[in-house]
């Protein structure tokens, strides 16, 4: 579990179950691969590249995504209040930015996986 603040409030991130793990591999992981390996970024994916890949995912994506991840998120303090679109009128970022955390509390290994390739590449490049 990982407490995140954001819109005011802090939300308790949960990993979802693996089944659920998977969908969201199969929904964003080959495009956030891509979108990582075009942009040219070494190292650490930040929390800019991943909310701008979400922001360009078409709505219905978005939103199987979201609804995979959230499902155990809460607000801290409030265990029985699902977290809902709603809830951030206003503050679609901060909803983004929610999205994100979960993607990488949930996606850890994805994220382990392309540093180990980035830094394969490296070494396997002839030296100067």
Do not use: C, W
Request: proline share 2%.
């Amino acid at each position: 579990m990982k407490q995140v603040l954001l819109a005011g409030k802090t939300f308790n991130v949960h990993q979802t179950d693996a089944q659920s793990q998977l969908e969201v591999y199969t929904l964003i992981g080959a495009g956030l691969a891509y979108t990582v390996n075009k942009s040219g970024v070494k190292g650490e994916i930040n929390e800019s590249m991943l909310v701008g890949y979400l922001m360009s995912m078409d709505l219905p994506r978005l939103t199987k995504v979201a609804n995979l991840l959230l499902t155990k998120v809460r607000v801290h303090g409030e265990d029985n209040t699902m977290i809902d679109i709603k809830m951030f009128e206003g503050q679609i970022m901060s909803y983004y930015q929610l999205i994100a955390e979960a993607v990488r509390l949930n996606l850890t290994d994805f994220f382990t996986y392309i540093l180990s390739v980035e830094k394969s590449a490296e070494s396997q490049q002839p030296s100067a």
